[in-house]
């Protein structure tokens, strides 16, 4: 297995260089229909997790979308790893609500999907074997590599979208509302295996969700978008050891505080 | 299970009980009628299919399909994928594909006789000018229904056009290209006869009316059923690959 030795998260602050991102008032307009959002600062560290959470419809997606170099802002700057973004960086990697694998691929190949466009630093044939083998192994998907998409169930399927974003060896995963539409149990099971395999491999990540109990558990910043147009309007430090749910109390008086400027700002 | 063997043959017993009957009546009124009737017909089938000549017009009839189907394949998954891909390119020529569309192609053949010549150039025009357009229309539709998270995913990998299209877009469409594929494979083979009844000296078409010039109505019959069968199978093959990609 070529995955990262295990280290700890590190929720230290860190200095400027070690953001992985690094985005200064953005503001995105729809031509038309008007601005999504504007005055948009925010910025990643290595081996962050960031949570933005807001109500639907507040620019969340789109905002993604931006920083992940696949829309172009109206205004303002996105830098990955201390250059600006033009178009989606080869350290970055996606995964969406719907799996969105490809049905007529194996789950191999699915998985190895990422790894070969000219754009993308090339992986020959042994270590593309090992990276894909790796994602698998960590989703717990090892020995399913032959299945196709469609003998999988949803919660594997969003496995198997996980394992293709972790592929790529992402310095950031960018992951918008990627457990929203499992099953309240598998959706817990996936929170989990987000933090342990993004800890191995060392990626940052931007969870973009609507749910505040999903950011309570996994996050370790929470950014609260809202507002029209959308801005972050507060943010919170999650400082607590994984597994959350070990410390109810702490998180019972964070979900309050959320909820009180959730309220405040509508 | 016995019931979904049963029914059909049924059916194609009646068939064949109607066609004795109706040619029974014919032949009271045209002695020469009798050679339509069923048993005839049977006749004549078994001694062309020993012998060398029908095969040899179900050989180039078949493969006036294939270069037909294989020009309106190329021809229409392009278009059709461009159709899908640029609304600009779909609004300035959806109303012509439709007209074009309802043209007949058998219309075209005059014309195409006299441009292309007699010969098999004009044959393989009508048959492609039948078969593009459910071709054109379904990889459009396909292109129209595409995961739009696929695109996404692409771009998110920063690939050129040309992995878009060769490693998303067309496997993406390829079971709408198979349906297109399934229903110009229908109409091909119901354009093909007539457009072997002109300029050209074999095929199925030709052999028609060969029989009906030499007076052999029973052959003439015979190759209908020939045709038919053909098709059934055609068809059948075209269907099958359909589900086998939809399997994978
Ligand atoms: N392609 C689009 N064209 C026009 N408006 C859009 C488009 N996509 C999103 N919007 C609008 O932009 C706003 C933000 O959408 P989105 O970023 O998807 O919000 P969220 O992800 O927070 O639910 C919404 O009001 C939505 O209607
Ligand atoms: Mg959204």
Redo the contacts between chains.
């Keep these: 297995m070529n995955a990262p030795a295990v280290a700890p998260s590190v929720l230290a602050p860190a200095p400027a260089s070690e953001a992985v991102l690094a985005a200064r008032d953005l503001s995105f307009a729809h031509p038309g229909i008007g601005t999504v959002f504007e005055g948009v600062s925010l910025s990643i560290r290595r081996r962050e997790i960031v949570a933005l959470l807001g109500s639907s419809g507040c620019g969340k997606s789109t905002l993604l979308r931006v920083l992940a170099g696949l829309a172009q802002p109206a205004h303002g700057e996105v830098r990955f790893l201390d250059a600006p973004l033009a178009e989606p960086h080869p350290r970055s990697a996606l995964v969406f609500q719907q799996p969105s694998l490809l049905p007529w691929l194996k789950l191999a190949d699915n998985v190895g999907f990422g790894l070969d466009f000219a754009h993308q630093p090339r992986s020959d044939g042994a270590a593309r074997q090992a990276r894909v083998a790796a994602a698998l192994e960590a989703v717990g998907l090892a020995g399913r590599e032959a299945a196709y998409p469609a003998q999988l169930s949803g919660g594997m399927a969003q496995r198997a979208a996980l394992a293709r974003a972790l592929a790529r060896e992402p310095e950031l995963l960018f992951a918008d509302e990627p457990f929203s539409a499992l099953d309240a149990i598998t959706r817990a099971e996936m929170q989990a295996l987000l933090v342990d395999v993004v800890h191995r491999w060392h990626s940052a990540v931007l969870l973009v969700t609507h749910d505040i109990d999903e950011a309570l558990l996994v996050a370790d910043r929470i950014l609260l978008m809202g507002g029209s147009p959308g801005r972050v309007l507060r943010e919170w430090t999650v400082d607590l050891p994984h597994p959350r749910d070990a410390h109810p109390e702490a998180l019972t008086a964070l979900r309050l505080a959320i909820l009180g400027a959730l309220r405040h700002s509508s | 299970m016995v019931l979904n063997l049963l029914l059909p043959l049924a059916g194609l017993l009646a068939a064949a009980l109607l066609w004795a009957a109706g040619a029974g009546w014919l032949a009271g009124v045209t002695p020469v009628a009798s050679a339509f009737a069923p048993l005839a017909t049977g006749e004549a089938l078994l001694q062309l299919v020993h012998g060398r000549d029908l095969w040899e017009h179900v050989w180039l009839s078949l493969q006036r399909v294939a270069v037909g189907l294989l020009i309106a394949l190329v021809l229409g998954v392009p278009l059709g994928v461009l159709t899908g891909l640029s609304a600009g390119f779909s609004r300035a020529t959806t109303p012509l594909f439709q007209f074009a569309r309802m043209i007949s192609p058998l219309s075209w053949m005059p014309i195409a006789v006299m441009v292309l010549g007699v010969g098999d150039a004009p044959v393989y025009f009508l048959l492609a000018f039948a078969a593009v357009w459910p071709i054109l229309l379904n990889t459009a539709a396909g292109v129209a229904q595409l ?1 739009p ?2 695109l ?2 692409a ?6 056009r040309r ?1 878009t299209i060769l490693r ?1 877009i067309l ?2 469409i ?1 079971a709408h290209i198979l349906t297109g594929v399934r229903l110009a494979i229908g109409i091909i083979w119901i354009v093909l006869v007539p457009a072997e009844m002109l300029g050209v000296s074999a095929g199925l078409g030709y052999f028609i009316l060969d029989a009906r010039d030499r007076l052999a109505y029973s052959d003439l019959m015979a190759a209908i059923l020939v045709i038919g069968a053909l098709g059934y199978l055609l068809d059948h093959a075209a269907r099958s690959l359909h589900r086998r ?1 939809l399997h ?1």
């Design positions: 995961d998270n696929w996404l995913l771009r998110s990998l920063s690939a050129t992995e998303v496997p993406g390829t990609w994978a």
